[in-house]
């Protein structure tokens, strides 16, 4: 006797989020490290510079667009409608944006190793580069209270990145 019971849509965005998950994983498994590492090392000092630099944006770009994407698929599993292609359809945007993302997660780390192993002091101008623009344009920038807990909130999530992009690197 078998017994077919449907899955909540909670089950349903769970299984949605590991299958996401899964692709973006043989994704970054398809990539050659050497042959990433050796494009950005091929490139100049002020060319790395602008590479991590339009990686960061692209990498806040995408972190804001998947909050937004990762909710429409929450509540497209949620929703209880007879036709299912719209589930299949938010899953393909999640998984593609994913891969995306974590393309330029991996481009990052890959820039960051070549500015550590180079031998002048890229990372050194890389570091002190990027914190300059950030403390240039966070002193002349009023916040008001509600928004400092945001302010505090991505720091935090910086600041945790880097440490993972130092050990991953070293």
């Known amino acids: ?3 077919r019971r449907q899955l909540s849509w909670l089950q349903v965005c769970d299984v949605m989020c590991v299958g996401a998950i899964g692709i973006t994983v043989w ?6 490290t050497s042959q990433a590492y050796h494009s950005v090392k091929g490139q100049a000092v ?3 510079y602008v590479v991590f630099n ?3 944006v692209f990498d806040k ?3 804001s667009f998947g909050q937004d994407i990762l909710h429409t698929l929450f509540w497209s599993s949620m929703a209880r409608r007879t036709w299912r292609g719209h589930l ?5 945007i999640v998984a593609v944006y994913m891969v995306v993302h974590s393309f330029v997660l991996f481009y990052q780390v890959v820039s960051l190793n070549v500015a550590v192993n180079s031998h002048n ?3 050194l101008t ?4 990027n914190n300059f623009v950030e403390l240039k344009s966070n002193v002349f920038k009023r916040f008001e209270p509600d928004n400092l807990f945001q302010v505090a909130a991505s720091d935090m999530v910086e600041r945790f990145q880097l440490t993972m992009y130092l050990l991953i690197v070293s």
């Open 126 to 129: 890389l570091l002190v580069s």
């Open 121 to 123: 002091n890229v990372m």
């Open 1 to 3: 006797l078998v017994v």
């Open 46 to 48: 002020i060319k790395l």
């Open 27 to 32: 994704a970054l498994g398809q990539i050659d």
């Open 54 to 56: 339009v990686l960061e």
């Open 88 to 92: 299949l359809l938010d899953f393909l």
């Open 61 to 63: 770009l995408c972190a």
